[in-house]
């Protein structure tokens, strides 16, 4: 089981700007893919952005432009970059990782966007 942490989240007017961070409890390139995922409540979690171990990445039509995903391999870390928020990017984001057929999620960090 892959253990997650994510952090970053908080309160932010629209138009600004955070950066979302996740730990992984192992190395991520034995990680077959990473992702965001954000969810409110009452509604289905959304996959926001993936990347893969090869490092090819995905950012969902909603976001595209605003979010950006990275990685820093040396420290185990994934990153959303999110730029331009606005009040529907309201919502507690999850970081996962799928691993030999396996997903785990974190526990989530809260975005709120405040008009």
């Known amino acids: 089981q892959v253990q997650l942490v994510e952090s970053g989240g908080g309160l932010v007017q629209a138009g600004g700007s955070l950066r979302l961070s996740c730990v992984a409890s192992?190395?991520?390139?034995?990680?077959?893919?990473m992702a965001w995922y954000r969810q409110v409540p009452g509604q289905q979690r959304e996959l926001v952005a993936s990347?893969?171990?090869?490092?090819?990445?995905y950012v969902s039509d909603s976001v595209r432009g605003r979010f950006t995903i990275s990685r820093d391999i040396d420290k185990n870390t994934l990153y959303l970059q999110m730029i331009s928020l606005n009040v529907e990017d309201t919502a507690t984001y999850y970081c996962?990782?799928?691993?030999?057929?396996?997903?785990?999620y974190g526990r989530g960090t809260q975005v709120t966007v405040s008009s």
């Open positions: 192992e190395s991520i390139i034995s990680i077959d893919n």
């Open positions: 990347i893969t171990s090869g490092g090819n990445t």
């Open positions: 996962f990782a799928e691993k030999n057929y396996r997903g785990d």
